[in-house]
């Protein structure tokens, strides 16, 4: 086990009713804030009218920003700031899923500072503050609302880049699984890719003596895996979606990261995919993470195979221990596969034109991933093994 | 699944030499500690002198209070809250144990407070503040680095009461697994049956759909159970005291609680046991337990089942099911046995004779428990099966 440092703070307030809650939450911070959110899918639900209502009860004076679109733009971080700015305002709160949240970190991060907000996603500077944040979740799938990383596109080039600080931690996430139950089947399947992609980056790690870790994974892993099929056969049920939602949080809050080292690889290519062919995150990942599996997995037979016998209940094949690896993997695909999502890049018409592209993006900062380094030979590998 | 709120701030500093890094945690907020340890082995360990040079270090004035004793009592409480207001301390440093950590929960939530710190374990006042708390733990256990709980036992009729606020949680705690391993066979033991039974106080609960929080738990519960033995044999296994260790603060720092209701019946007998006889949490627990699960598990014998499953791995009797829900308890008290800790009071010297005190007191402000409510005749009924 390795040495590591802890701390996710975010007030995590679950189940029914408790957007109504949020007057009095994000009165603890401020009295004036901006409310950032996605298309309007908030508006038809009804959450934006008990939002206003709560906050107008707690004397907060509110400030806009909606249309986020998935792949949360540069540009609208932008404004977002600009509009803190011209304001003084001082407390975001996201009304959404993954990519509001995303995008209002970075505005609460860019307002404090003096330079461009893109500088912290290139690495040119350093993040020492940031404005309160507060969520109230509507899509379980990427964990941003308890996460420290942010994902933001750039029109400029479609780069998609992400930072990671513990100042990015939301102050409370709101988390009501209702407001999940309308979620179309797509986007229930998408979301519950991404949150296991997320407990499997961490799983497959060279660290060794990270016992509890795992069990923590497969544990996570196995409670999306039974519950997914249960929302997909009946959207309104309560507690399966409450399952995925708390899942959700955990598969990407650092608990399930303490002591070991994440892979990250299949994530740093899905994002060259989804920046270039703004394909969902979640699909891009049903796409790029069996290839790498297929891809790596000989760098380590035994922890595939202790995920396909603790994962997918499989038992060992004693003779060819490889085999059982390989039918882990299977298993895994044929998982994506029954939520009708594709497995291959031909599904989503994405042909190898631009795999040299994505491959140099990808990889210009030197090799990506940590349980097998890839360098752009290797990204173009799995690309071709996606195809 | 139950609606919920779930926050737990506490920094983890983890790892090997982390206690060097006390006086830069500790001047973040205070430039005036007390020191709070127990009866001198962290003097033997050199891990006193480590911690005296880093706050000196960091230019922090030092108060000492050592001589906490194991079942922490309210006198030297009262003497910390005393020391902090003649001397204007507003840190408190806990190195140790449970019983340290316990101790000086209840000294930082008195010194605030103008009337009796006991007033908060009878009831009679709810704390709105506390000075903020520091941790070096030595002694995976009780999971007080990073819980909301304390323990305290008042020698004015032994009384062993608790209290819980999350304002008791210590701002951080330093967890440096190497100084657990002079921790003698028995103190490891002790420690292990602690942090199964909290654990096992909230995977034994009534409410349904809560399969993340079962999963976890029964992850937790079988680190410990493969961890330990290792322990046991060679004290000096860094990674089997690590997991530990980690296992120690994830069973009581409530995200194993988060949507259900936990029973604690088997604590609060055990806290009357320990209170009169000044028997060890963890050798209580191993005797109570047991008893507890034979009195109760025919209430809801599924959940034992899948205890005996899935913590276990035990197949299921298709034919009596029943006969696997007490395999299952079989094996737990097997497993403490294993440790060579007792698992009837018999084995303590301690009879019946004040049998009818302790269900009494144990009582006394209703029944105690949630899986099973325990009135008085039902403790008396636990204590006699536990003879």
Redesign the interface.
């Known amino acids: 086990?390795?040495?590591?440092?802890?701390?996710?703070?975010?007030?995590?307030?679950?189940?029914?009713?408790?957007e109504n809650q949020i007057g009095n939450e994000v009165k603890n911070y401020s009295r004036k804030v901006l409310l950032h959110y996605g298309a309007g899918s908030i508006k038809r639900s009804g959450l934006y009218d008990k939002v206003i209502k709560s906050l107008q009860e707690a004397d907060i004076e509110i400030f806009e920003l909606g249309g986020v679109l998935a792949n949360p733009r540069l540009s609208m971080v932008r404004e977002g700031i600009s509009q803190c700015h011209e304001n003084g305002i001082d407390f975001i709160l996201a009304v959404g899923g993954g990519s509001v949240i995303d995008s209002a970190k970075a505005i609460a991060v860019g307002v404090p500072y003096d330079g461009d907000v893109w500088d912290f996603f290139i690495r040119k500077s350093t993040p020492v503050r940031a404005l309160p944040l507060g969520v109230i979740l509507t899509i379980p799938a990427t964990g941003s609302e308890a996460s420290k990383s942010a994902v933001i596109t750039n029109e400029d080039g479609w780069y998609k880049r992400s930072i990671g600080y513990d100042l990015l931690r939301p102050a409370f996430a709101i988390m009501n699984p209702e407001f999940s139950v309308t979620l179309p089947p797509y986007q229930t399947a998408v979301g519950a890719v991404d949150i296991m992609s997320h407990v499997m980056e961490r799983y497959f790690t060279n660290v060794?003596?990270v016992?509890?870790t795992d069990?923590?994974c497969?544990?996570?892993l196995?409670?999306v895996l039974?519950?997914t099929p249960l929302v997909m056969q009946d959207p309104e049920d309560y507690?399966a979606r409450?399952?995925i939602m708390?899942?959700g949080t955990?598969a990407h809050n650092d608990?399930l990261s303490?002591?070991r080292i994440g892979d990250f690889g299949s994530h740093k290519i899905e994002h060259e995919l989804s920046g270039i062919y703004d394909v969902a995150h979640g699909v891009g990942l049903a796409v790029i993470f069996p290839a790498w599996m297929k891809y790596i997995y000989k760098n380590n037979v035994d922890r595939f195979v202790q995920f396909a016998v603790r994962v997918f209940d499989l038992e060992i094949d004693f003779e060819a221990s490889e085999n059982t690896a390989l039918e882990g993997i299977n298993k895994l695909e044929e998982f994506f596969k029954s939520l009708d999502l594709p497995t291959h890049l031909s599904e989503l018409h994405i042909t190898d034109e631009r795999f040299e592209e994505m491959a140099s993006k990808c990889t210009e900062k030197g090799p990506v991933g940590f349980f097998t380094k890839l360098y752009k030979e290797d990204v173009l590998n799995i690309l071709e093994l996606a195809r």
């Open positions: 086990m390795q040495n590591f440092v802890f701390q996710c703070a975010t007030k995590i307030i679950f189940g029914r009713n408790t060794t003596n016992e509890l069990r923590l497969e544990a996570t196995k409670t039974r519950n507690n409450a399952e708390w899942a955990i608990l303490t002591g």
